[in-house]
């Protein structure tokens, strides 16, 4: 079984950057996706973006275009989050999902999910 461990979250200033890492255990398997939510209190896992394992191909949230950047490194079997121009109302706890559906903004559809990764962003 796939485990998931997100990492890089922290306080950040708003109009800075932070880049978030998932970390597998176990083979991510090439008609997979991975995907990046986050949560605040009170409210339902939001979709941020996703990646298609095999083929690279990203998804993006409408908040995140232009701003947020999915990525994988096959031979760390790791997936990056980079976040840029951070605002106030970025802050939430980001979770890191696998999807055998290839890409999916669905949270009912991933199957594991990291501990999660605290990202404040505030003055």
């Known amino acids: 079984q796939v485990q998931l461990v997100e990492s890089g979250g922290g306080l950040v200033q708003p109009g800075g950057s932070l880049r978030l890492s998932c970390a597998a255990s176990g083979r991510i398997f090439s008609r997979a996706g991975m995907g990046w939510f986050r949560e605040v209190p009170g409210k339902e896992r939001e979709f941020v973006a996703a990646i298609r394992w095999g083929s690279g191909n990203t998804y993006y949230a409408d908040f995140a275009k232009g701003r947020f950047a999915v990525s994988r490194v096959g031979a760390e079997i790791t997936t990056y989050l980079q976040m840029n121009t951070l605002k106030p109302e970025d802050t939430a706890v980001y979770y890191c999902?696998?999807?055998?559906?290839?890409?999916?903004?669905?949270?009912?559809?991933?199957?594991?999910w990291g501990q999660g990764t605290l990202v404040t962003v505030s003055s």
């Open positions: 999902g696998r999807t055998r559906r290839g890409d999916s903004a669905y949270a009912a559809e991933y199957d594991v």
